[in-house]
């Protein structure tokens, strides 16, 4: 049986690639240094895979950044802003693709970044490409025909991955003019054969082409277009086999148009798309192979050898086994590195668990018992189904407590006191706010020292109390320096967290979380997304402690700062024996609980955090109502529980609104903050239209990049956000937390934000009178 891993995590064992880019971009080590991380990293992901006996193992899945932005430079879609990087002498490639992820500001130079944003339902983001009209393209980065010919010097025959045209070209925004993405297709095709010329010639043998639109809703264009692409590809390259890699959903309608391309493999998401197997193996011709893709990428729990030989048994007796691989279901990029590294999980807990590495251990078990008639009676059989059997009956999911208490949720549980127009005057009243309310989203700077303070209090260097003394004062001169310079929502800068979602799952029942499970997110920046393994419950207050302590510090209002049950979830690996609904209204009680004790302790004003309700909804837009019915629901429960004085704050960032914004405003916040600048206010569109009633605060600037917004900069966002949103509904705020930024860029930027309040407060007067 074959098998193939459609991409491998790149980050390295212990984030060593995460900590060798810091250190390139902080001129502390060179570009070589840098390089060698790089190359180590690719050669032991190689041999992992061949040491398990994957057949084929992948090539250009590393990058350095993000694949995306790669192809970007492959192809040569460079905007022109970096043009004078280009002719720079002292700046190598590798400087001008950081410049494209990271913006350039030195040396005379203030270019800024490519937007990023979330790669389908998962929490990784990637360089969004940004296309021009009638835009030529070049062959600029050699990096995936160089990588193929590395593993072929190691004597390893790798298969190249690359993005399709069509889901390149879909994945990227078009920017100056409007116009039709597609009309770039006849200048882009030239570079992907030549990239295709060199790989085969270099002797590749297959090409990965990952076209994961193909599971998305398709226009009768785009479909023709991918039909043209593999044709086209197809009768130049006879004898190149094509493994057309699909994942993340079903392909629905799509099926006759990807099982009739000319390509040798297809390979589906057999993870997401269980049901669709039939429908598939019905209509694809004799010749195709199918890549079954049956280890999930997507999620930590161990595969059921049971379900998954069903499946691949049926393919097999439908097919023969020559037709069939056996493979991941997307690429393992969302999967942490090793479970072996993980000594502190409960052992009960940590049979049911595999992360990358055992994953690819996986699939080939699960290729070679699929072939073994023997199968029930191997080591390897056994041994799962043993796992599973003490999962099923395990003490530790199931609560009955929890259970019945979601059972008996009502309506009313569900629904604030009064309506937005009644709450909003007695909110008004009693928190006494100016005109354009100042704020932040919630985190400060969690600067190299806070963070070391943790480790060392993790590794028993530091006791409970001498952390606890130092995130106190940290806490403190933050909310003294918040008073300085005239914030008037205050917050206490969730220095005690690790991460917003980690630092929640350590806290409540039914969650576990691990020592090194990190997962890429963006650029250098990593996840340990905690695991959600039984019924959610909270067994004690998990903020109230320094909310408090913030609070008993001003007389001014600081925020309590929770996140929301939609994010908790989707930033978890979430169990999958109960649907997702059901756990997120477990979630979404824990976190009422806590919006009561909060509202108990006189914290009047407390955002509950959704930035990820938007990433959470299906691909498919059948769907989106029943997801988007329980995710609102959810996030209702949570907050409802308080009084109508009491002000519910929620935040969202890297979201687009058009299509859901009925079910932002059926959330009822009575204050919204959004990341806006960098979509210069143009998202607030969709709240202009639906007349969205209730506060919002649309982010002012860009907290990503370490560039300081001048006071001009920010007073013509807001001057635009008065044209969609009347100015008694607008907050002023960043776009998201600062935790990103160092203190040093976060203190000019704040009090330049705070001063543009004042002026519109005394503009506004003036135009009163
Ligand atoms: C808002 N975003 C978030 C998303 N998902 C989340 N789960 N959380 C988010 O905040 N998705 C969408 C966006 C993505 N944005 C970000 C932004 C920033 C980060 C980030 O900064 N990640 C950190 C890791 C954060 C963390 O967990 N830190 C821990 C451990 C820190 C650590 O590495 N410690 C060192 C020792 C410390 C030292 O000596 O310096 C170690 O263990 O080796 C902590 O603070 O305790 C990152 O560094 O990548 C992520 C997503
Ligand atoms: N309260 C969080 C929200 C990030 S989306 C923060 O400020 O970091
Ligand atoms: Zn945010």
Redesign the pocket.
Same mark, same amino acid.
């Given at each position: 049986m074959q098998t193939q891993v459609l991409g491998y995590p790149r980050i390295g064992s212990q984030?060593e690639l995460?900590k060798a880019n810091e250190q390139y971009w902080a001129g502390k080590i060179k570009k070589e240094e840098l390089e060698l991380v790089a190359e180590t990293i690719r050669y032991q992901n190689w041999q992992i895979q061949k040491n398990e006996g994957i057949s084929l193992i992948p090539s250009n899945d590393f990058s350095f950044y993000d694949q995306v932005l790669d192809w970007s430079l492959t192809l040569g879609a460079i905007p022109k802003r970096y043009q004078p990087l280009r002719t720079n002498e002292g700046l190598s490639l590798l400087d001008l693709y950081f410049a494209m992820a990271r913006g350039y500001q030195k040396d005379g130079y203030d270019i800024t970044a490519m937007e990023m944003t979330k790669w389908f339902d998962t929490?990784y983001?990637y360089i969004v490409p940004e296309f021009y009209k009638g835009q030529t393209f070049e062959l600029t980065s050699l990096k995936v025909v160089e990588e193929y010919k590395e593993a072929k010097k190691l004597g390893i025959k790798t298969k190249p991955v690359i993005l399709g045209l069509v889901s390149y070209l879909l994945l990227g925004k078009v920017k100056e003019d409007s116009f039709n993405v597609l009309s770039l297709v006849d200048n882009l095709l030239p570079i992907y054969i030549e990239v295709i010329k060199q790989l085969t010639s270099e002797g590749a043998e297959y090409i990965q082409i990952d076209e994961p639109f193909l599971v998305l809703d398709l226009t009768v264009e785009q479909k023709q277009t991918i039909e043209f692409f593999y044709k086209h590809i197809q009768s130049l390259f006879p004898n190149l086999k094509i493994i057309l890699a699909t994942y993340f959903g079903e392909l629905g309608d799509n099926t006759s148009l990807a099982v009739g391309l000319p390509i040798e493999v297809l390979h589906i998401d057999l993870v997401r798309g269980e049901n669709a197997l039939e429908k598939i193996l019905d209509e694809a011709p004799s010749y195709l192979k199918l890549s079954l893709g049956i280890v999930d990428g997507r999620n930590i729990w161990k595969n059921d050898y049971q379900k998954s030989l069903a499946l691949i048994d049926q393919a097999i007796a439908t097919r023969g086994k020559e037709k069939i691989w056996i493979s991941t279901s997307c690429s393992l990029l969302h999967s942490p590195f090793d479970l072996d590294g993980e000594t502190k999980l409960s052992d009960e807990i940590k049979q049911w668990l595999a992360f990358a590495k055992q994953k690819i251990s996986e699939v080939s078990e699960l290729a070679k018992l699929s072939v073994n008639v023997d199968r029930e009676n191997t080591v390897s059989y056994q041994a799962n189904i043993k796992a599973h059997n003490n999962k099923r009956v395990s003490k530790l999911i199931h609560n009955e407590a929890v259970k019945q208490r979601v059972n008996k949720i009502t309506e009313a549980d569900a629904n604030r006191l009064a309506p937005f127009a009644v709450r909003q005057p007695l909110q008004h009243a009693a928190l006494e706010l100016p005109l354009f309310p100042t704020t932040t989203i919630g985190s400060f700077p969690?600067t190299?020292e806070? @963070?070391?303070w943790?480790?060392k209090f993790?590794k028993g260097e530091l006791t409970a109390q001498e952390y606890e003394d130092l995130l106190k004062e940290e806490t403190a001169r933050a909310i003294k320096w918040q008073e300085e310079i005239g914030l008037d929502v205050l917050v206490h800068g969730e220095f005690e967290?690790?991460?917003?979602?980690?630092y929640f799952g350590e806290q409540l029942e039914g969650f576990t979380f691990t020592q090194n499970g990190?997962v890429q997110?963006?650029g250098? @920046?990593?996840?340990?997304?905690p695991v959600i393994y039984g019924d959610v419950y909270r067994s004690q207050p998990l903020t109230v402690f320094w909310s408090s302590y913030a609070q008993s510090l001003t007389d001014k209002q600081v925020k309590g700062m929770l996140t929301g049950p939609v994010t908790i979830l989707q930033?978890s690996f979430v169990r999958n024996d109960i649907p997702r609904s059901e756990t997120c209204t477990q979630i979404a009680l824990a976190i009422r609980d806590e919006v009561l004790d909060l509202e108990k302790e006189n914290i009047q004003v407390i955002q509950i955090d959704e930035?990820?309700i938007r990433e959470g909804l299906p691909l498919r837009k059948v769907e989106w109502d029943s997801y988007l019915d329980w995710a609102v629901r959810a996030f209702r429960i949570s907050a409802s529980g308080v009084k109508n004085e009491t002000q519910i704050h929620t935040h969202m960032?890297?979201s687009e609104f058009n299509d859901i914004i009925e079910h932002i405003a059926a959330m009822d916040a009575d204050v919204i903050t959004i990341e806006c600048s960098r979509s210069q206010m143009e998202l607030l569109d969709a709240f202009a239209e639906f007349k969205y009633p209730n506060e919002i605060g649309p982010g002012v600037y860009d907290i990503h990049s370490p560039r300081v917004p001048t006071e001009e900069e920010m007073l013509h966002l807001i001057k635009k956000a008065e044209y969609y949103i009347p100015n008694k509904q607008l907050w002023i705020n960043p776009d998201?937390?600062l935790?990103?930024r160092h203190w040093e860029e976060t203190e000019k930027a704040l009090i330049a934000m705070v001063n543009i309040a004042k002026e519109l407060r005394k503009e506004s007067l003036i135009e009163v009178v």
């Open positions: 984030r995460k929490n983001h969690q190299t806070v @963070r070391q943790r480790a993790k967290r690790n991460d917003m979602v980690e990190w997110s963006y250098s @920046r990593c996840v340990k997304p930033w930035p990820a960032c890297y998201c937390g935790k990103t």
